[in-house]
């Protein structure tokens, strides 16, 4: 469950933007061309220029990474786009491109021209540092296309307000998925919803995709609708087709209006849910604050989020999915998470490594793009507000120079206690950007395997994955069986 909503897509056909701010102690820029290192006109100290990418560079970065994330979906990903480029090694190309452009400019952020306008990519770990230390009110999270998509998902959402009202959104969003806790207050209730759902999954030899993604999506109705929502399919394709929308609302501008209508008639339905939700549900804790109103007036609606909260449930289930092939490509890793499964703790901290490890290989933003709300300096260049900047998360998590074991599965990378603060690793991102529903959403993941673990052991998974290889850098959960063996 993250603030961003799905894989950015900037600088492209559906380009995003973003945000950062100064740091004056940030090394010089890459001098411009063609003159000395140091020097001016005419010989004394040169100002820092920024690093762009010409013509080629633009065309190529273009190509292998923007126009590829805007294909798969911003809001909804969609399964065979994502199969083709997995089968195609769409993953290597955009960090083959991004290990090219850090090389020719010096690790400087690179200013990359788009359709909806230029994008600094950062390619350094300093300035990613920055990038996450920036407050939210420099570096604003609604990038002008996420923000047209956003508007029709959730258009009372945190990530779609501003200012002092954004923030009080966010404190009663926190609130309510107990953001800083690593056990939500209503976790036993969760966790018998999950094991409930899971029962469903064990009575075949094999568990596939399309079963799983039917039981993630009854537990999400339940969690934060109450169960009553359970069965409600209408109401999910309702939601799916407002996604799907949003996926285009830079080219199909013209059927906003369908779209909003069908919005309203989702929000109703949602509305009647809360309205009779049981206490531990998240829309009747959201509803909890009532009719409250931001510093300007506007109001809250705190039930309003609940669409993000579906949104980000659903991806739950391709989380568990390939953490489900990893384990059973990965026997002694799955016995020893069985162990603790046995033990019967409620912590589950390795199988929690093993979820956080799944989404640092294969995250579910793979790019986070921000936009500036004040002028911002990156290395002495200053840049003005309204600047997109894009940080390529996935790159920097799977970057072998800087991550050791880069793309093997280690979840005991995970079990170190700095583990949440290593920028290297972004799979909720960090700063005032971090995901509220991190905890909610590895809670949920490691409960729906815990439920699948204690009576199986999973294994023949397909696609299948060879522990001693480099794993692939796409990974499509639609295809994803694994082989259920009863203990």
């Given at each position: 469950m993250t603030e961003d909503p799905k894989p950015a897509t900037a600088a492209g056909p559906a380009g995003s933007a973003a945000a950062s701010s100064a740091a004056a102690s940030r090394p010089a820029a890459v001098p411009a061309p063609g003159r000395p290192k140091g020097s001016g006109p005419a010989g004394g100290p040169q100002q820092p220029r920024p690093a762009r990418a010409g013509r080629a560079e633009t065309v190529r970065f273009a190509a292998t990474h923007t126009l590829p994330a805007f294909l798969r979906g911003a809001f909804h990903v969609r399964p065979k786009v994502v199969a083709a480029y997995a089968a195609l090694g769409q993953q290597g190309w955009s960090a083959a491109t991004l290990r090219a452009m850090r090389a020719r400019h010096g690790g400087a952020p690179v200013e990359v021209r788009g359709l909806s306008g230029n994008l600094l990519?950062?390619?350094?770990?300093?300035?990613?540092?920055?990038?996450?230390?920036?407050?939210?009110?420099?570096?604003?999270?609604?990038?002008?296309?996420?923000?047209?998509?956003?508007?029709?998902?959730?258009?009372?959402?945190?990530?779609?307000?501003?200012?002092?009202?954004?923030?009080?959104?966010?404190?009663?969003?926190?609130?309510?998925?107990?953001?800083?806790?690593?056990?939500?207050?209503?976790?036993?209730?969760?966790?018998?919803?999950?094991?409930?759902?899971?029962?469903?999954?064990?009575?075949?030899?094999?568990?596939?995709?399309?079963?799983?993604?039917?039981?993630?999506?009854?537990?999400?109705?339940?969690?934060?609708?109450?169960?009553?929502?359970?069965?409600?399919?209408e109401l999910a394709r309702w939601l799916?087709?407002?996604?799907?929308?949003?996926?285009?609302?830079?080219?199909?501008?013209?059927?906003?209006?369908?779209?909003?209508?069908?919005?309203?008639?989702?929000?109703?339905?949602?509305?009647?849910?809360?309205?009779?939700?049981?206490?531990?549900?998240?829309?009747?804790?959201?509803?909890?604050?009532?009719?409250?109103?931001?510093?300007?007036?506007?109001?809250?609606?705190?039930?309003?989020?609940?669409?993000?909260?579906?949104?980000?449930?659903?991806?739950?289930?391709?989380?568990?999915?390939?953490?489900?092939?990893?384990?059973?490509?990965?026997?002694?890793?799955?016995?020893?998470v069985r162990a603790e499964v046995d033990g019967g703790g409620a912590e589950l901290p390795r199988l929690r490594a093993c979820v956080e490890e799944t989404l640092r290989l294969f995250p579910l933003v793979p790019d986070l793009v921000r936009v500036t709300r004040a002028e911002t300096v990156w290395r002495g260049v200053a840049y003005p507000a309204g600047t997109a900047v894009l940080v390529p998360a996935l790159f920097h998590q799977r970057d072998p120079e800087h991550v050791p074991a880069a793309h093997q599965f280690v979840p005991a990378r995970w079990l170190r206690p700095d583990a949440a603060q290593d920028i290297r690793m972004a799979p909720f991102s960090h700063g005032g950007g971090r995901c509220p529903g991190e905890h909610l959403g590895v809670l949920t993941s490691a409960a729906l395997i815990a439920s699948v673990l204690r009576e199986h052991r999973v294994g023949g998974g397909r696609p299948a994955l060879e522990p001693s290889q480099p794993l692939p850098g796409l990974l499509g959960a639609a295809g994803i069986r694994v082989a259920l063996t009863r203990r």
């Open positions: 990519v950062l390619l350094d770990h300093a300035d990613v540092r920055q990038f996450y230390e920036l407050p939210v009110r420099t570096l604003a999270l609604d990038a002008p296309d996420k923000f047209r998509g956003l508007s029709l998902l959730e258009p009372t959402g945190v990530i779609c307000s501003h200012g002092d009202t954004r923030e009080e959104r966010r404190r009663i969003n926190d609130e309510v998925l107990a953001a800083d806790r690593p056990a939500h207050p209503s976790c036993r209730e969760f966790r018998a919803i999950v094991d409930e759902e899971a029962a469903a999954l064990a009575d075949r030899p094999e568990l596939d995709f399309p079963r799983l993604r039917r039981a993630v999506a009854r537990i999400g109705r339940r969690m934060v609708l109450g169960d009553a929502a359970r069965g409600d399919e799916l087709a407002i996604r799907e929308e949003a996926n285009w609302m830079r080219i199909r501008k013209g059927r906003a209006a369908a779209a909003e209508a069908l919005y309203a008639k989702a929000a109703a339905r949602v509305e009647e849910y809360a309205a009779r939700a049981e206490p531990h549900t998240l829309a009747a804790l959201a509803r909890r604050h009532g009719d409250a109103e931001g510093p300007d007036g506007t109001a809250l609606d705190p039930v309003g989020q609940a669409h993000h909260w579906l949104l980000a449930l659903d991806t739950v289930g391709p989380t568990v999915a390939r953490t489900l092939l990893l384990l059973a490509a990965h026997p002694a890793e799955q016995e020893a």
